[in-house]
Structures are given as structure tokens and as C-alpha cells.
């Protein structure tokens, strides 16, 4: 196993100031050019998993990294943006467009993240740290430049070759449906061409939280069955 802190991560960032950037398949291809140099390693059996926002990451990055034969999303994501702003509740009006609508939409957006979670502790998960591991300070101008973050939608998951184990908790604080769209996992498996699974985890299996929190050995054991079972 290895493990590694990416770009806009705790070592990376506060370490080595290397901020955060979508395109994973460049932060993946130097960590595999360590791995084959290792002798334990078997470079045609390398898999990646990628955790949360790494549901997203780790199939981008398989998306464009041959050297990858088989990827793991815990928990799949295909849209971060459209997740992010469904929790996050930032406070765009649908329906406005052109310049006058978009200045409305940016000015409700400042009033909602004004004072951030410094001032509001029950503010929604996603205001704090994340603009600052993004090199940003702005967070108003995050919110504006998630559209080129971290998804696998427009043809990305489509150029995934390698098998792909997608995991999806029933009751994923962000990434569970809303009724009008899928969920974010099951976005990602449609939309994958190649070789593919799903596992489901449940509220009575205690699996069913973001990233199987509550049953942690349950959802690793599956992980590795599939792994024994792919390579």
C-alpha cells in the first residue's frame, strides 16, 4: 500500500505550498514512476482508490494514466460542482442568465459566504479550507471556478479502459441523489464504457454513511475481494 498527500492536502499544502489541481492524472503519473521502482511492486497490477473527493480524482486520473489496471471510487462522484452546490446551498437563482442575472447571482453568492464558518459554526461543510488549499482566497471566485474541478462528466468516465469498482452508501451525506438527479455513484457507473461494478452498502450493514464510516472493515474486505477477484 501506498499512500500519498496530493496537491492542496495537509503535507502538500502546508509542507511544500503545492496548492490543489483537478488534473489528478499529473499528480498520479509521478507517484507510479516511485512505485515501478520499487522491487515488491508488479507494475502491470496497480490499482488506485481514491476516497470522498477522491471518488472523483482517482477515476480522472485513470482516465488518462494507462498505467493504472483498476480503480476504485469510494464513493463514486460525477459532478462535484452540481454535488457542492446542493450542500453547500449556495444561493443561486435559477432561471437568470445573461450579465444581470449572473451579478445577481454572484452578489447573493457574497452575502452567503460572508463571515464563512468563522463567524457561523453550523455553516455548511465546503466555506473553509478549501478555497486556501486551492490557492484562493476568494471563495466566491471558488465557487465560480468549480466547474473545471474534480468530475468525471463530459466524456472523462467514457475513456476509463481499466475495470472500475464504483462503492455507493445509501445515505452519502453529499453525494446521494435529490430526487430530480441520481446519485453521484450511480452517474459515474453509467456513464463508465468499460469493465465495471457496483457495491452498495446499507443502513443495515451500518455501511450506509459518506465513504462507509461505520463500517470501515466491512467495506475494505469487499474492496479487496473485488481486487483479488479483477487482478
Known sequence: MLTFDGPGQPAAIHGSGLVFRPDWENVVGPVLDYAITRPEVDPARIALLGLSLGGALAPRAAAYEPRIAAVIAVDGVYDVRRSHRRHVRIA???GRTGQQGERRNRSRTRRHLRGGPEAKPDHPVGTGPRPVCDGRQQRSRFRGELPGLSRTRNGIAERITCPVL?????????????????????????????PKTMLRFTAEEGADAHCHVGAQRLATGRIYDWLDATL
Not at 462503492?167 to 468499460?194: N, V, Y
Open 92 to 94: 443561486f437563482q435559477p
Open 166 to 194: 464504483v462503492c455507493d452508501a445509501a445515505d452519502d451525506l453529499f453525494f446521494s441523489g435529490d430526487g430530480k438527479t441520481k446519485p453521484e455513484p450511480q452517474q459515474l457507473f453509467d456513464h463508465l464504457t468499460g
